[in-house]
C-alpha cells in the first residue's frame, strides 16, 4: 500500500502538485490550505465545499495528523496550562499554553527526546526519538487554539528538542505559520531557541527572517558551559558568541541569551561578572531562568536574593535583563518532566 502523504506539512504550491496528482484542478489546493490551517479541521468531513469524492480522496491518500491529548494540567497560580499530546506512532510530546497580558503565548516541542544532554533538563534524559514534522508541530499550536478557543498570538520553539537539529522542518514549519492563508502569525512573534549548533546559526542568519534568536547560554565561561552543556565540547563559547553577533548583524534582531540559574553552581558575583564581560557591546537581552529542578539531578534553584544581586550586576553594566516569571511551578513545569512521568509507567 502506497504511503500517506502527511499532508498539513505540505506549502501551497506542494498542495497544489498533489490535487493535479489526485486527478483534480490546482484552484482546490487553496481552499484545502485554508481548511487545514485556518479553519484547522480535525476532520475531512468538515470541508463542507469540497465534494465528497474528493473528501475520500483525501482521507485514502492522505494522512491528517491530528494530536490526541493524554493529560492536560492547569496551574492554579497563573493559568498556564501544560498538554501531553500523543502522535499517531504511539510516541508523546509536551507543549505548554502561557496566557500574559499582551496575548497567548504556546511552546512548542521540535523532537520527540532530544539528544544534547543539557545536564539540568528533563527532555534529554532519554535520548533522542525522532525529529516532528512541519504539521506535528503545527498541531500542537492548532489543538491548544482550538482547546481555549482563543487565538495564539506568540510562539516560542523552546519545549523538548533542540529546533535547530531539526534544520529543515523548522524552516517549512515557520513558513507555514507565517503564511496569510493559515495563523499568520508575524515573525517577529516567533522565538526559535538553540543550545548553540553554530553553522546552523549561521545558515539561519542567511534566510534573513525576523525571528527571535535565543541562545541557551547557561555559564559564564567555556569550562563551566562543558560541565553542563555537552554541545560546549564541540562548539567554544566565543564561537557561539560569534555566530550569535553575526545573526543580529545579518537579520537586525536582537539576540536573547537564556541562563538558568543553578544555586551554587553558576549563580556567584563572580559568575556575573565574567558573564557582563563576554557579551559587554553586544546587542542583545538576557533571561535569567531560576532552574526548574529534576529529580534525575541535584540542581537546585538559586535564592531570590542571589537571583536578584545577579540581575543588578548585569544592569550596572548596562546589559538589558529580566528573570523570567516563574509559570505552572504548581504543575509538571519543566521542559520533559511530564513525558518523563509517563513514559516510566
Not at 520553539?157 to 531539526?166: F, K, R, S, Y
Not at 551554587?264 to 546587542?283: F, M, P, W
Request: aromatic content about 6%; charged content about 30%; hydrophobic content about 35%.
Amino acid at each position: 500500500m502506497k504511503k500517506k502523504i502527511e499532508i498539513k506539512s505540505l506549502n501551497l504550491k506542494e498542495l497544489q502538485k498533489f490535487m493535479e496528482s489526485i486527478g483534480e484542478k490546482p484552484f482546490r489546493a487553496k481552499q484545502l490550505y485554508q481548511w487545514l490551517h485556518e479553519k484547522q479541521i480535525s476532520d475531512w468531513d468538515e470541508m463542507t465545499n469540497l465534494s465528497k469524492s474528493l473528501r475520500e480522496k483525501l482521507r485514502e491518500r492522505a494522512d491528517l495528523i491530528i494530536l490526541d491529548p493524554v493529560e492536560i494540567q492547569t496551574s492554579k497560580l497563573d493559568g498556564t496550562k501544560k498538554y501531553l499530546f500523543r502522535l499517531k506512532d504511539k510516541n508523546m510530546i509536551e507543549s505548554v499554553l502561557m496566557r500574559y497580558k499582551h496575548g497567548n503565548s504556546v511552546c512548542i516541542s521540535s523532537q520527540v527526546g532530544c539528544r544534547m544532554g543539557c545536564r539540568f533538563c528533563a527532555s534529554t534524559l532519554d535520548g533522542l526519538v525522532r525529529n516532528l514534522t512541519p504539521g506535528e508541530m503545527l498541531e500542537q499550536i492548532y489543538r491548544i487554539g482550538r482547546d481555549i478557543g482563543e487565538r495564539i498570538s506568540n510562539v516560542v520553539v523552546m519545549g523538548t528538542g533542540e529546533p535547530l537539529d531539526n534544520y529543515d522542518n523548522l524552516l517549512k514549519f515557520i513558513e507555514l505559520l507565517t503564511n496569510e492563508d493559515g495563523l499568520h502569525i508575524s515573525q517577529r512573534n516567533l522565538t526559535v531557541s538553540t543550545c548553540g549548533i553554530v553553522e546552523k546559526i549561521r545558515e539561519l542568519a542567511e534566510e534573513k527572517l525576523q525571528i527571535t534568536l535565543a541562545l541557551s547560554l547557561h555559564a559564564s565561561s567555556q569550562k563551566k558551559r562543558e560541565e553542563l552543556m555537552p554541545i560546549a565540547n564541540k562548539y567554544d563559547l566565543l564561537e557561539v558568541l560569534g555566530a550569535c553577533n553575526d545573526y543580529f548583524k545579518k537579520t537586525g534582531r536582537r539576540i536573547t541569551f537564556e541562563y538558568s540559574l543553578v544555586g551554587g553552581v553558576n549563580d556567584s558575583q563572580e559568575d556575573a561578572d565574567r558573564l557582563k564581560d563576554l557579551i559587554a557591546g553586544q546587542n542583545c537581552h538576557v533571561n535569567l531562568i531560576p532552574v526548574n529542578p529534576i529529580k534525575e539531578r541535584n540542581y537546585v534553584q538559586s535564592d531570590q536574593q542571589v537571583i536578584q544581586s545577579f540581575k543588578d550586576k548585569l544592569e550596572k553594566n548596562g546589559i538589558n535583563v529580566t528573570i523570567r516569571r516563574e509559570m505552572g511551578r504548581d504543575i509538571d513545569g519543566a521542559c520533559g518532566q511530564l513525558r518523563k512521568r509517563y513514559t516510566e509507567i
